[in-house]
Each structure stands twice: as structure tokens, then as C-alpha cells.
């Protein structure tokens, strides 16, 4: 996903947008602004009535855009957590290992979340910098569709909407998941579960059969003219 953060990163820069170049904490409120507005995309997916799968489609685009931008103002690479992430999920259905808890003890609707070996891994890291991890996004969808396909979470082949109970039970999920950004300790806390909230984004997409490296990209490209334009 580094991709993706290096257009925004640009954009930002184009526009004369303040970003970090090393990773830095937002304060409260420019944080929790950015969060309200993920939280108020998902009550309009939830709350919103009928919805076309085009609706749909944007609100979550758009809320990994909003996400993206968060953590290229933090100065915080994502392409390294999505991966791991990833990769962690991928190796425990490979391996055919049983459903593995973290510290806490809690699994994640049936899916691996590392928190600690990703906390531990992030420490170790001078400014975030890794190697050795596939970080373009079309290989995380795949690697997420594969995982959910494992877990017998079903997806469509084509661009779908979900259901009401799916956009309900989604919506819960995501609040919950602000709760943990919003009481983090530090900054790994915050880039660990803001990434997560991108990882449950992309596997919602994976869920309704859409694809969507373009579509952030086009996102990306769309929101850096709407300020040439002006």
C-alpha cells in the first residue's frame, strides 16, 4: 500500500498540506475528527436505506482514503502492518494451525490479529523503515480473500451490496475498533489498530467482489484536482 501513501504524500505536498516525514502523533482532536468522519461514512452505510453497490463502493473507498491520509500525516508507512497482517493470517490457514489468540485473548471474528509481534517488530524498526514484506495492495486483497474464503466468509464474485444484518454487524465492529485508536498509549498503538481498520476496509470490499487498488488510486488522483481546479 506504500504506493498509495507515496500519491497522497504528493497530493499533500501539492496542495500545501501539512505531513510528517517521520512518524509523529496527531494531537486529540485533529485525530479524533478524522476518526468521526470514518465513523459517520459507516452510520451512512448502516443507516443510510438503499443503498446501490455504487453508494456503497465510495463510502468504504473513501474511508480508507481517510484512514490513508491520517497515517500519511503521522508520517507512518502502512504498507508494513497491512502486510504482516496479512501474511500472519495467510501462514496460520497455510500452515492449518488452529485459530490462534493474541495476549489479550481475543480473536477477531475467526481472524489472526498479531498486535503483539507487530508491536514488537514495529520497536525494533529505525522510523518504521522494513524490508522483505509485499506491500502493493492488490496482493493483500488477494491474500484477505484467501484467508476469508478459509474462514468460510463469503464474498461475491461480482460488485454486490450487503445486507442489512452484514451492514449492522460491520458498523459495530468499526466503532468498537475507534474505541482502540481513541485510547492508544502511544503511537504503535494508534498505527496498529488504524491499520486495522484499513485491513477490516479492504476485506468488506473483498466481501462484495470489488477491487480496489484503482479505485483508491483514482481517489487519490480525484481529490489532488478538485484543489487544482479551484
Known amino acids: 500500500m506504500d504506493k498509495e501513501f507515496e500519491l497522497l504524500k504528493r497530493v499533500k ?3 500545501g498540506e501539512e505531513f510528517s516525514d517521520v512518524p509523529t502523533r496527531l494531537s486529540q482532536n485533529e485525530l479524533e475528527s478524522d476518526l468521526r468522519k470514518v465513523i459517520v ?10 443503498l446501490s453497490v455504487d453508494d456503497e463502493k465510495e463510502i468504504i473507498v473513501t474511508n480508507i482514503y481517510i484512514l490513508l491520509d491520517i497515517l500519511v500525516k503521522m508520517g507512518v ?12 493470517n ?11 489468540y493474541n495476549s489479550r485473548g481475543k480473536k477477531y471474528n475467526g481472524i489472526f490479529f498479531p498486535y503483539d509481534e507487530i508491536r514488537k517488530e514495529l520497536k ?6 522494513y524490508t522483505g514484506y509485499n506491500t502493493e495492495l492488490h496482493h493483500c486483497y488477494d491474500d484477505i480473500k484467501y484467508v476469508n474464503d478459509k474462514f468460510k466468509i463469503p464474498y461475491y464474485k461480482e460488485p454486490t451490496v450487503l445486507s442489512n444484518d452484514r451492514k449492522q454487524s460491520i458498523y459495530f465492529s468499526i466503532v468498537n475498533q475507534r474505541t482502540h485508536i481513541s485510547n492508544a498509549d502511544d503511537i504503535i498503538d494508534e498505527c496498529v489498530y488504524l491499520v ?8 468488506i470490499l473483498v466481501e462484495m467482489g470489488i477491487k480496489p487498488e484503482k479505485l483508491l488510486l483514482d481517489k487519490i488522483e480525484n481529490e489532488g484536482e478538485k484543489e487544482i481546479h479551484k
Open 124 to 129: 525494533r524498526m529505525n522510523n518504521f523503515n
Open 196 to 203: 486495522d481498520l484499513i485491513y477490516t476496509s479492504i476485506s
Open 41 to 50: 461514512n459507516f452510520s451512512f452505510l448502516y443507516n443510510g436505506g438503499k
Open 13 to 15: 505536498a501539492d496542495k
Open 90 to 100: 495467510y501462514e496460520k490457514i497455510k500452515n492449518k494451525d488452529s485459530i490462534a
Open 77 to 88: 508507512h502502512p504498507g508494513f502492518i497491512l502486510a504482516t497482517l496479512c501474511k500472519y
